[in-house]
């Protein structure tokens, strides 16, 4: 897919990876809509911005609506609360399966009939390795990304008759507010991957793993599973 003239939604593209990928988009001639929950906090020049709550499946229609010339939808948007799935408060667990599921599936059901009708396009989802990874202590935020990834594998699947490919971004830790705990040598600049998810969005791949992190536990898929202490 070239990116040239291409019509975008980025969900979350007021800060971070979102802003990232917004502002490449431009670079490489891409109209693009800039989708936050607060569409002022957008401060990007030559962009769009576009009101798109991803827990509001109103707003996620009506902005469906409104850029209905879209042919690229991005779902970056995310949260990770910390919640682990026995001990942490159920209510956090909700909120980020609404956040990293829901509300990338709503959008996607939403812009699918227009990528459709404007000629085709593509989806992509930004996930991780903890799709794979599933760290207790972030229980709940791996297991809404590893729904995700399922979802990403499905809508394939589903859209490709539609002439909408989909494609999945995994990668560990990046250099944005969510990992901002993390010491910076063993994070990955957002900017970079950035590139990296358009690079593949433009060679039309099902998958990109933007670092080390999400290729090594990728291969790890196969090995089996190790005892935990009690």
């Known amino acids: 897919m070239e990116l040239k003239n291409t019509v975008a939604v980025v969900t979350g593209a007021n800060r971070g990876l979102g802003r990232h990928l917004a502002a ?10 800039a989708a936050a929950r607060r569409p002022e906090a957008v401060d990007l020049p030559d962009v ?30 995310g949260i990770s609360t910390g919640a682990t799935l026995v001990g942490g408060g159920l209510d956090e667990v909700r909120r980020e399966m609404e956040t990293n599921f829901f509300g990338p599936l709503v959008a996607t059901r939403a812009f699918a009939p227009v990528i459709e009708g404007n000629g085709g396009g593509a989806v992509l989802n930004v996930l991780s390795a903890l799709s794979w990874f599933h760290p207790a202590a972030l229980g709940s935020y791996a297991a809404s990304k590893a729904a995700a990834w399922a979802l990403s594998d499905a809508t394939r699947e589903e859209l490709a008759p539609r002439g909408i490919t989909v494609s999945a971004l995994h990668v560990g830790y990046m250099d944005t507010d969510m990992a901002a705990g993390v010491p910076a040598d063993q994070k990955v600049a957002a900017a970079d991957v950035a590139a990296q998810a358009l690079d593949g ?28 202490e009690g």
């Open 48 to 77: 769009t911005p576009l009101r798109l709550d991803v827990t509001d499946h109103e707003s996620i229609r009506e902005a469906a609506r409104v850029a209905s010339d879209a042919t690229l939808l991005i779902n970056n948007a």
């Open 201 to 228: 969005i433009e060679a039309g791949l099902p998958e990109m793993l933007a670092d080390e992190t999400s290729r090594y536990v990728k291969q790890s898929l196969s090995a089996a599973p190790q005892p935990t």
């Open 24 to 33: 490449q988009l431009v670079e490489r001639g891409a109209k693009v809509y």
